[in-house]
């Protein structure tokens, strides 16, 4: 919050829209969700928005827009057009069709990429996500628990929650990024670096 503050609403709505938060990502899947009206704008972040906005409470974003921008911060600072497809081929197996990726965007400088990166893997080796460790691989992430702020509103419940871990490996020269969400885990183990980052760990192992 007090970095946020430090930034102001200007500032900290313009990386939003850097980072691609309320944009569509153009994935090639139909039906990608409008979530403009997910994300606060500079007029309407005001102290009490940029606050929570600033932990990751009062917007909201989809898993792909996530993934993307986490990715961007990894491989020194660009934002690529998400694919799903990397090749069409026609029924005797000859290639139709290459998707090359479409860089969209600088989102940061390699400079900033490269702290990133040593933040990330901090959160594994010393930090929250301690769960995440590996023997023989170097690999860094963030976690994150956020409260469903208006479900709780409407039913009364104060146990609602999403948590998430996104990880990376291997740091020195990442290749792949994990995004785990559980909506609403049961009991009282909720936070994302005790129960997403496992699953995580998990993925990358087999990878």
Same mark, same amino acid.
């Given at each position: 919050?007090?970095?946020?503050?430090?930034?102001?609403?200007?500032?900290?709505?313009?990386?939003?829209?850097?980072?691609?938060?309320?944009?569509?990502?153009?994935?090639?899947?139909?039906?990608?969700?409008?979530?403009?009206?997910?994300?606060?704008?500079?007029?309407?972040?005001?102290?009490?928005?940029?606050?929570?906005?600033?932990?990751?409470?009062?917007?909201?974003?989809?898993?792909?827009?996530?993934?993307?921008?986490?990715?961007?911060?990894?491989?020194?600072?660009?934002?690529?057009?998400?694919?799903?497809?990397?090749?069409?081929?026609?029924?005797?197996?000859?290639?139709?069709?290459?998707?090359?990726?479409?860089?969209?965007?600088?989102?940061?400088?390699?400079?900033?990429?490269?702290?990133?990166?040593?933040?990330?893997?901090?959160?594994?080796?010393?930090?929250?996500?301690?769960?995440?460790?590996?023997?023989?691989?170097?690999?860094?992430?963030?976690?994150?628990?956020?409260?469903?702020?208006?479900?709780?509103?409407?039913?009364?419940?104060?146990?609602?929650?999403?948590?998430?871990?996104?990880?990376?490996?291997?740091?020195?020269?990442?290749?792949?990024?994990?995004?785990?969400?559980?909506?609403?885990?049961?009991?009282?183990?909720?936070?994302?670096?005790?129960?997403?980052?496992?699953?995580? %760990? %998990?993925?990358?192992?087999?990878?």
């Amino acid at each position: 919050m007090q970095v946020a503050s430090q930034m102001g609403r200007d500032l900290f709505a313009k990386y939003q829209t850097v980072f691609g938060f309320g944009q569509k990502t153009n994935i090639d899947l139909p039906g990608e969700a409008v979530t403009a009206g997910l994300v606060y704008t500079a007029d309407t972040l005001n102290e009490v928005e940029l606050a929570t906005s600033s932990f990751g409470q009062s917007l909201n974003c989809s898993m792909i827009q996530m993934a993307c921008a986490y990715s961007s911060i990894i491989n020194g600072g660009n934002y690529y057009e998400p694919h799903i497809v990397k090749q069409i081929l026609d029924s005797n197996g000859r290639v139709v069709k290459d998707i090359s990726p479409v860089l969209v965007k600088k989102t940061i400088s390699e400079s900033t990429s490269e702290v990133m990166r040593s933040y990330l893997e901090m959160t594994v080796t010393s930090g929250t996500a301690k769960k995440l460790q590996t023997e023989g691989y170097e690999i860094g992430g963030k976690t994150g628990t956020s409260q469903k702020v208006s479900k709780i509103l409407s039913t009364g419940e104060t146990n609602l929650y999403i948590s998430s871990f996104c990880g990376v490996a291997p740091m020195d020269d990442p290749e792949i990024a994990v995004l785990i969400i559980l909506d609403e885990p049961h009991g009282d183990a909720y936070y994302g670096g005790t129960i997403a980052a496992p699953v995580v %760990s %998990s993925v990358l192992t087999e990878v």
